[in-house]
């Protein structure tokens, strides 16, 4: 916030993780510089909770909040917006009613968007238009495919929030079919330790229907509804009976996903789990276990419907990630299921089925280091390293058991990508030993492939590939004196001087009809090829 350049800072931690404790203390530090704060939530009710929080922890200075919703009277929300324009109104946590033209700022020197994720392309250009010399932080446990791909390609800045509240568990996650007896044993179960339960039923015109069948399943339940269409008054009671545990299940449309925190209630059911999206479902997982006591999430489905492919996908991603801090994997996987977006347009997904997830990220992320590059130096960005592919029969991956957790294989394998040179491979593979102790032979191959890929760049070659019985290489180019000692050291070689490949026998065992090479062997074989051949 101190650097001349305004900040744009994405914070990823996932739910419960403390983000709203960063917003506070980044909004208390504005304030004491004399700048007025914007705090834009997307909830009525996450606007009552934000107050309330913000209004405690700055009881004891001189800090005037002020919160701006449909909560509000007209009188009040006239009065809020005159301190704005006066100066007098230090930090405003608001809605959408925040984008209105009504709403003008003596000295705006921050704008903090929760949950950043339920906010359209449109919203985030209106705050563009403050945003000249405005520091931004924006808090997310799943961002949005665009912003997470703005953030992962480095054209915003992010931070990421890893370490777990302390005594905090696991929410133990059930994904399967609608049974009234399981629900009525979960609702049974939670009243058992005193606790609550939250049921999401998302259709307004059917809540009062599925708080009626509750009440037959679990008639000593005291249960009671909560929906955006109630008046403000109503909500905000039930809100705060439900907090102070006069009810014990609230029957609720998804208006209690973002950032509802009470940690008495340890159980959610979400009825339709089939027609959320994956952050919905991460957010919702999120509202129960965020005390001392083990959480519980039930999302279910139609037993009679078929469910969808994509759906399917994501009920299975959120069964699969329930450890602590799965929101930045759940978003990544979103951003693979539904793809980027566009980066300048308003489209928030779509746009990677063309050229897959990795290589548009990759791309997007050298366009995005060499514009920086020109930026920084001033000169014209020399031409890319050479992008080699190695198709060959060879068992090079990182197994299961020697990295526990898909986000420690996927970090393996980026580190052994991104190796440039033998230091780098050598660096690798003592970080590897050091963390996971000794190499199994698949990782070893692909460390062997590493290396494999930067002799192949070196002598200009971008592919080598099996085809057939033999394997490929190109492109290449050979002088005359290359094409002679190739014919005589690899006899049957056919060389396509035109399509600029050369197709070399695959080599077999010294043994009379033995059988071709594979692995190690094949690799070494491959690695002597280059040097003797096209090294020269």
Known sequence: MEKSVPMDRLICGDVGYGKTEIAVRAAFKAVQDGKQVAVLVPTTLLVQQHFGTFGERYAQFPVKVRALSRFQTDTEAKATLEGLREGSVDVVIGTHRLFSSETKFKDLGLVIVDEEQRFGVEHKEQLKKLRANVDVLTMSATPIPRTLEMAVTGIREMSTITTPPEERHPVLTFVGPYEQKQIGAAIRRELLREGQVFYIHNRVESIDRAAARLREIVPEARIATAHGQMSESALEQVVVDFWEKKFDVLVSTTIVESGIDISNANTLIVERGDNFGLSQLHQLRGRVGRGRERGYAYFLYPPEKP????????LATIAQHTEMGAGMYVAMKDLEIRGAGNLLGGEQSGHIAGVGFDLYVRMVGEAVADYRRQLETGEIEEEPPLEVKVELPVDAHVPHDYAPGERLRLQAYRAIA???SEEDVKAVREEL???????PEPVENLLLVAGLRMLARACGVGEIVLQGT???????????????????LYPGTVIKATAHQVLVPRPKTAKVGGKPLLGRELLGWVGEFLTSVLGS
Do not use: C
């Open 418 to 420: 991104s190796a440039n």
């Open 433 to 439: 030993v050091d963390r996971y102790g000794k190499l």
């Open 307 to 314: 469910l969808t492919e994509t759906a399917h996908e994501r």
């Open 470 to 488: 033999n394997i490929r290489f190109a492109p290449v180019e050979l002088r005359e004196s290359q094409e002679l000692r190739l014919k005589r």
